[in-house]
């Protein structure tokens, strides 16, 4: 059985992996498209609009995304807004870490279906939610949360426990290394379920920070979060998820030391997939003068080299672009 034909876009130009596409017609059906047809194959029904030969593009996907930080009512404004803007971008849909601070600390359950119900309200997109496992009540909900058709979930490890997190909504506990094992057991367990990682050693950090106190600016920033702390915590994780067999996503790489430690455990097997993002690939600390304060980022900008690994690697391992994340 056909469907009833809603609308029609008619002439235009369909950009794929292929390239671009002589002139198309798009016809669509309950919001979905149901065919692509070369031009005058198919007649147009239902509301038609003229393309005029312009290109049309798949949507994109943002897979890395904060809408909301520390409390659940700041998610829905921010959601509305920033879907709205991701449309604008060509964004179909995307996938935000959900960070609700004290409203979260004690689990989940209780809130999430509200959490959604409302979210979809108000998101112009297609979303979904990543909750961050920093508490042990959290991390003992993931056999429920999984069950509900949540797939995804954002651990902090140690890069911001103690106040430095709260103030962002980030509650992580003192024992996070028992949560970690706890999350990447449970998450084995399923096909399709993916572990995030902030990975950031905050031990490393601490000493690097303490030894360059006397310093301020962007530099002594830099300084105080080393390649190494990233390198150190990805061992780590993904030691452990060769353990058990886990499914781990590494957030932001940003070095050499980064990149080659996680690609020697996939190379050995493990499911670890990576992202960079663009500003690891235009900018290098080597201007901040330039960038001043808008260079702030964890994990900081790195040197011109690691900048120029990472572009080769983009382009040799044919990594995917999103303009907020790229990813392996």
């Known amino acids: 059985m056909i469907n009833k034909i809603?609308?029609?876009?008619t002439?235009?130009?369909i950009v794929s992996s292929c390239g671009i596409s002589e002139p198309c017609d798009i016809f669509i059906a309950n919001s979905k498209i149901i065919g692509i047809h070369k031009s005058g194959i198919v007649k147009p029904d239902g509301e038609v609009t003229d393309g005029n030969e312009m290109l049309a593009f798949p949507g994109f996907t943002d897979l890395h995304f904060h809408a909301g930080m520390g409390s659940i009512n700041s998610i829905y404004k921010e959601l509305e807004t920033e879907s709205r803007a991701a449309l604008a971008g060509g964004y179909t849909y995307i996938r935000s870490h959900l960070i609700i601070g004290p409203d979260g600390s004690s689990g989940y359950l209780n809130v999430i279906d509200k959490i959604i119900e409302k979210a979809q309200r108000v998101s112009y997109s297609d979303f979904s939610f990543n909750p961050m496992i920093g508490t042990d009540s959290q991390v003992g909900e993931l056999d429920k949360l999984i069950n509900k058709g949540i797939n995804a979930y954002k651990?902090?490890?140690n890069a911001y426990q103690g106040d430095e997190g709260r103030k962002l909504g980030i509650y992580v506990d003192d024992d996070?290394?028992?949560i970690v094992i706890k999350a990447l057991s449970t998450a084995a367990k399923y096909d399709n379920?993916?572990?995030i990682f902030h990975a950031e050693d905050n031990s490393t950090v601490?000493?690097?920070y303490s030894h360059g106190r006397k310093n301020?600016?962007?530099d002594a920033f830099n300084r105080g979060r080393p390649p190494i702390a990233e390198a150190i915590k990805i061992d780590k994780i993904c030691r452990l998820a060769m353990r058990f067999k886990a499914k781990v996503h590494i957030a932001h790489i940003s070095s050499i030391e980064a990149f080659e430690t996680a690609n020697k455990y996939r190379e050995m097997g493990l499911d670890v997939s990576m992202e960079t993002e663009p500003h690891y690939l235009f900018y290098d600390d080597s201007m901040w003068n330039l960038l001043g304060v808008y260079g702030k980022v964890n994990p900081p900008l790195r040197t011109k080299l690691d900048r120029e690994f990472l572009i080769k690697s983009y382009l040799r391992e044919s990594w995917i672009p999103y303009p907020l994340m790229l990813m392996l």
Do not use: A, Q
């Open 193 to 195: 379920t993916r572990i």
């Open 155 to 157: 651990i902090y490890y």
């Open 6 to 9: 809603d609308s029609t876009i």
């Open 216 to 218: 301020n600016g962007l």
């Open 176 to 178: 996070i290394d028992d």
């Open 11 to 13: 002439n235009v130009k």
């Open 206 to 208: 601490k000493f690097f």
